[in-house]
């Protein structure tokens, strides 16, 4: 369903469970920047109700997991620590069309967001399968499946409003980028690292 084009190294789990405390610091952050993400791509596209009603639930929905993810840490004796940068993130954003049309851009950076939460999915299906944590391995099943419900969302509005896009092409050619973008990732314990 995914379409990624090189599936992560399972030995990533081993290095996350080193490091709980980090992965979980990492991952509180991608769910505050991926509700920041919806809330930009409303605010440059606000002339679409179902986009803008779609992607409110959607951050809604990811500071919901930013709350769970810290309600962990502090479970934990943890403690949320500074936001991270996302190399993997910034790497892919090189992929945005920076000159194109307005539509050009939306298209992309629904894609760019559908990749990331594609990404995200496939990481958290891992550690749901693999990591020796009963609590987190549950907690990670289930925003696996919430991940992928965001990934079609995303999907699904740059097909809907995308027309004089070739979407499906511009697609494979963010599967391709992705593919060498990740190729340098999985040594880190960080979601994307």
């Not at 979980?24 to 009603?53: G, M, R």
């Not at 403690?79 to 892919?92: F, I, P, Q």
Request: charged share 30%; proline share 2%.
């Amino acid at each position: 369903m995914l379409h990624l084009k090189l599936a992560t190294d399972p030995r990533w789990v081993n290095i996350v469970e080193k490091n709980i405390e980090e992965i979980l610091t990492d991952h509180a952050w991608c769910e505050q920047k991926a509700a920041t993400n919806a809330i930009t791509i409303i605010t440059l596209n606000s002339e679409y109700p179902d986009l803008v009603t779609d992607l409110l639930l959607l951050a809604q929905e990811e500071l919901v997991h930013f709350q769970m993810v810290h309600d962990i840490i502090k479970e934990r004796g943890y403690t949320l620590g500074r936001e991270r940068k996302d190399s993997y993130v910034n790497e892919l954003c090189k992929f945005m069309n920076k000159g194109g049309s307005r539509l050009q851009s939306m298209v992309d950076r629904l894609l760019f967001s559908a990749m990331i939460e594609a990404r995200s999915c496939e990481r958290f299906k891992l550690l749901s399968e693999e990591i020796q944590d009963p609590e987190l391995s549950k907690f990670y099943r289930d925003l696996m499946i919430s991940e992928a419900g965001h990934y079609t969302t995303f999907i699904g509005f740059a097909r809907k409003y995308g027309q004089d896009v070739d979407v499906d092409k511009r697609w494979k050619e963010l599967v391709e980028f992705e593919a060498k973008v990740i190729q340098n990732y999985g040594k880190d314990e960080t979601i994307h690292g």
